[in-house]
T-cell receptor, first 116, second 111 residues
Framework: DTEVTQTPKHLVMGMTNKKSLKCEQH?????MYWYKQKAKKPPELMFV???????INESVPSRFSPECPNSSLLNLHLHALQPEDSALYLC???????????????FGNGTRLTVT | GQNIDQPTEMTATEGAIVQINCTYQ??????LFWYQQHAGEAPTFLSY????GLEEKGRFSSFLSRSKGYSYLLLKELQMKDSASYLC???FGSGYNKLIFGAGTRLAVHP
């Protein structure tokens, strides 16, 4: 199993809703990442979890709240989002955290989020 | 600081060879990655270079010159399915623990 699985594939939510994005990997990877990607732009790093602990928060607004329940799962909780938060949210994992060992990031297919 | 530059768009003909360049500026260096991303899909890993020289993987090769802050991705025998964005990425941060992407090069392969 060499996949990173993200659910849901698509999500439409209102600005007052609370929703969660989910990401799962069973490759034994010890680092997991959230990226945000707008159309025709590169992925932008949001959060990094190393060995299930939050190691990097790229000054992301608090309306995005990450959670790593165990080494295989990564969630992104969403609350009171704005229309400009509409984007593709990509989860990735790597065998070890970058800096410890430069193993490549494996990306999921993303959740396409629309905030109305 | 951190900066990665790539051309925005390129076009090429099926069966031809294309070279996609990437220049980077960083206070330190800890390797460079190339990813391919088809429209609406996830980025997929192509190559990683940390030492100078050419790494060949089938139709795709990647080159690195650390002294020049320069890399390129070489695609041979182009196929229509190679139409995609190609993203150059490097680890940045005090512990080289953040993978930061260049803007990407959109390659269109024509018959």
């Amino acid at each position: 199993d060499t996949e990173v699985t993200q659910t849901p594939k698509h999500l439409v939510m209102g600005m007052t809703n609370k929703k969660s994005l989910k990401c799962e990997q069973h490759m034994g990877h010890r680092a997991m990442y959230w990226y945000k990607q707008k159309a025709k732009k590169p992925p932008e790093l949001m959060f990094v979890y190393s060995y299930e602990k939050l190691s990097i928060n790229e000054s992301v607004p608090s309306r995005f709240s990450p959670e790593c329940p165990n080494s295989s799962l990564l969630n992104l909780h969403l609350h009171a989002l704005q229309p400009e938060d509409s984007a593709l949210y990509l989860c990735a994992s790597s065998q070890a955290p970058l800096g410890d060992w430069n193993s490549p990031l494996h990306f999921g297919n993303g959740t396409r989020l629309t905030v109305t | 600081g951190q900066n990665i530059d790539q051309p925005t768009e390129m076009t090429a003909t099926e069966g031809a060879i294309v070279q996609i360049n990437c220049t980077y500026q960083t206070s330190g260096f800890n390797g460079l990655f190339w990813y391919q991303q088809h429209a609406g899909e996830a980025p997929t890993f192509l190559s990683y270079n940390v030492l100078d020289g050419l790494e060949e993987k089938g139709r795709f090769s990647s080159f690195l010159s650390r002294s020049k802050g320069y890399s390129y991705l070489l695609l041979k025998e182009l196929q229509m399915k190679d139409s995609a964005s190609y993203l150059c990425a490097a680890p940045f941060g005090s512990g080289y623990n953040k993978l930061i992407f260049g803007a990407g090069t959109r390659l269109a392969v024509h018959p």
